[in-house]
């Protein structure tokens, strides 16, 4: 049970340093190194999304942009229900296998 949960954090953890790390590198715009919206907003729907919801006031970058204001938090919010479901439901699946 407890490496199930470690590898949950280190996933929810890698995966939002991940989403920081394209957001700077769009922020920077380092010539081929540039990234896209449409690849930060994979990382964010794959777990990302309050790294990049913080990473957007830290860098005050993209804070004007109302869709990435609105669809982060509530992509936050949603991954944080559905991690807490899915984890509070393990015991059960477990046991039942």
């Known amino acids: 049970m407890i490496p ?3 590898a949950a954090i280190t996933y929810v953890a890698a995966i939002n340093l991940y989403a920081i790390t394209m957001l700077r ?3 920077n715009r380092d010539g081929e190194k540039h990234t896209g919206d449409g690849k930060i907003l994979l990382a964010a729907v794959l777990g990302g999304a309050a790294g990049v919801y913080v990473a957007m006031f830290v860098m005050r970058y993209r804070l004007e942009n109302l869709g990435f204001m609105v669809l982060m938090p509530v992509l936050a919010v949603l991954e944080a229900c559905v991690f807490f479901v899915i984890l509070r439901r393990l015991p059960l699946l477990l046991a039942a296998a």
Request: hydrophobic content about 35%; proline content about 0%; aromatic content about 34%.
């Open 25 to 27: 590198r769009q922020k």
């Open 4 to 6: 199930f949960y470690a």
